[in-house]
Nanobody
Framework: QVQLVESGGGLVQAGGYLRRSCTGL????????VGWYRQFLGKQRELVAL???????NYADSVKGRFTISRDNAKNTVYLQMNSLKPEDTAVYYC??????????WGKGTQVTVSS
């Protein structure tokens, strides 16, 4: 059974930083694409950052230069380092894994709140 276990997140002041972790149980992150998504209140979920099998990364324009996605194959964990956080980054953040056309597995999500 595949499970994505997330950690990190919480409350931070504007300009601060947080790091989120996502560990895959029952699947290998080195053989799948892994992404971080976020959902604003009342909005659809959107992609924040993605890392592919070959280590290529993609970012939403709104987080480029501030967020960094990385993968530790030995720990089967993907990280999202979020720097220079803004109040508009406040959302529920989810980890997901699968193929680029079908992110079949999702974590439970965690609230990230950035206070002004």
């Amino acid at each position: 059974q595949v499970q994505l276990v997330e950690s990190g997140g919480g409350l931070v002041q504007a300009g601060g930083y947080l790091r989120r972790s996502c560990t895959g149980l029952g699947m290998s992150f080195s053989r799948n694409a892994v992404g971080w998504y976020r959902q604003f209140l009342g909005k659809q979920r959107e992609l924040v950052a993605l890392i592919t099998l070959d280590g290529s990364t993609n970012y939403a324009d709104s987080v480029k230069g501030r967020f960094t996605i990385s993968r530790d194959n030995a720990k089967n964990t993907v990280y999202l380092q979020m720097n220079s956080l803004k109040p508009e980054d406040t959302a529920v953040y989810y980890c997901a894994a699968g193929t680029l056309g079908n992110m079949a597995y999702w974590g439970k999500g965690t609230q990230v709140t950035v206070s002004s």
